[in-house]
Structures are given as C-alpha cells and as structure tokens.
C-alpha cells in the first residue's frame, strides 16, 4: 500500500505459518508516511489441503538454509524500486521472519538497501513451552471455539477496524474454511527446516558475519511462550551495537496481535517513536 507522498518504506515478513494479516499496522505506519510491502515468501501461511491447484508446487518450510528466501527479498526490492526512491527503507521481520531478516542482512545481494531493522518476538532460540502452545493451538476444543467465535471476529480483522487476538488466529488473507485454525490447516514444519532454523539461529550466536551498522529495533514480549526472551536479548547483542530493545508486560508473540487494543496501541507507540527518531 502506497501513497504518493510518502518517502519512506517498510517491508514486512511474516513468521512461522503465517500471512498479512496486520491491517491496522499498515493503516497506522502509512498514516505516518511510511508505504507499506509485505512479502508472501514461497514456504509461508499457505496450505496444500485446501489450497487451489496453481499452488501445488509450494512446500511449506522444506528449505535446508534460510538463504532461500533471499530471492523473494531481491525480487520486493526491485519491485519497490520501480515505484520510487525511497529515503529510508525498514526490513520488518516477526518470529521467523526476524531470522529471514538476520539472514538477508548478512547474505543478501542488495542488503545495503536496507537502513533500518524493526524485530518482533525474533525466533532467536528454541523455548520447551512452545510445544505446548502448539499443542493447544492443534487440540479440538481450539478447533469448536474457533467455530462458534470466527464470524463476527473475522469480519472485524478483514475491515481493518481493530484487532481481536483470537481473531487473527483464524483468519487469514488465504481461504480456509471457516472455523479451521491456520496452525491446523498448515502444512507441517519438516526437520530440514529445523535445520536451517538452528542454523540461522547459530549464526548470530557465532557472530558471523560484520556487525549490522544500521539502527535495530527489537520488540518482545515478558510472557513469550515461544522463545526464551532474556536469550533472545543476548542474541540481539549480536546484531550491532546501535539498538532499541523494547521488553513488553502480558502482550502476545506477535506484539501486535496483543489481546487487547490498549496493548497494541503500547506497541505501536513504541515502534513509531523508534521511527520518528531514526527517520525523522
């Protein structure tokens, strides 16, 4: 979503299993001149099950190395280059697609593009807990709210009138069928891409590579279930030394899908105060 005026960009990755569904952070950030990208990598939120047949060749995270998502990276880049000139121009990233990010900086063939790095809940180290979020996000009592509670929810989301936790957890910008939990309709997650997903992870852990030079903002949640959120602090060290590091009371892994509209606005409000004072 673009607007003449605006001068600035953001490019947003989604993590594990998921699509754009942040409505109302684009609506926000593009409020503020910032146009907004957002990139559907091959292997993300999309399912072969109800899937059409144009999407048969697509595996959803298969990949050994998360170099592969370079090419989906140069390709957002030269799309947004034949729009304009951009004087700033943010990589987003939320999970996984913070190690995407980490991994583009660090291999990527236009990574100078980027002057800026924006991180939500980055996937910087395997937490136990998560397996039993993912083993209550998968369970049938899960699947009969979700049937009794999308209705309402799911217009909500897709009006771009505010954000509903529970909501954001069903919908999506691919069809599935009503009441169906993406994390149940999604392919699973393979071993070759725990591989690369630790191997990502080990890379910054390692420090390999120059230090990042462009400001970081990084954003996570205390009451994380997915990560551990002092080791993901520590790792964030790692990236280079000019950073904002946000830790959050009682919001979700993805910051802004937060329960409440007055956590999100929290997160919100700290995100655009980083961009005000780095690309003013």
């Not at 989906?72 to 939320?94: H, Q």
């Not at 991180?119 to 136990?128: M, Q, T, V």
Request: charge should be negative.
């Amino acid at each position: 979503k673009t607007k003449p005026s605006n001068m600035k960009a953001i490019f947003w990755l989604p993590g594990l299993n998921a699509s754009f569904h942040h409505i109302h952070c684009m609506n926000l950030l593009q409020s503020e001149g910032w146009d907004f990208y957002s990139l559907d990598c091959r292997r993300m939120g999309r399912t072969k099950q109800y899937a059409p047949k144009e999407w048969d060749h697509l595996d959803a995270h298969t990949t050994p190395n998360f170099t592969d998502y370079c090419e989906e990276i140069d390709l957002l880049i030269d799309f947004a280059k034949k729009t304009k000139s951009y004087k700033s121009r943010v990589l987003y990233g939320n999970s996984t697609g913070a190690l995407t990010c980490s991994t583009y900086l660090r291999h990527g063939q236009q990574a100078n593009y980027f002057n800026g790095l924006a991180l939500n809940g980055p996937f910087f180290n395997w937490h136990l807990a998560a397996y039993a979020e993912v083993l209550m996000s998968s369970s049938l009592l899960t699947s009969i709210y979700a049937k009794l509670a999308i209705g309402e929810d799911g217009k909500y989301v897709q009006k771009g009138e505010g954000v509903s936790s529970y909501s954001l957890k069903t919908w999506s910008q691919f069809y599935y069928p009503p009441g169906l939990l993406r994390s149940i309709a999604c392919l699973n997650t393979t071993t070759e891409w725990s591989k690369a997903v630790t191997k990502a992870q080990s890379e910054l852990v390692e420090k390999k590579g120059e230090p990042l030079s462009i400001p970081i903002f990084v954003i996570t949640s205390k009451s994380d279930n997915w990560v551990s959120v002092d080791e993901v602090m520590t790792t964030a060290d790692c990236l280079g030394p000019n950073r904002t590091e946000i830790e959050v009371e009682n919001a979700e892994h993805d910051v802004f899908m937060s329960t409440t509209i007055e956590k999100v606005n929290e997160c919100q409000q700290h995100l655009l105060s980083w961009l005000r004072s780095n690309f003013p």
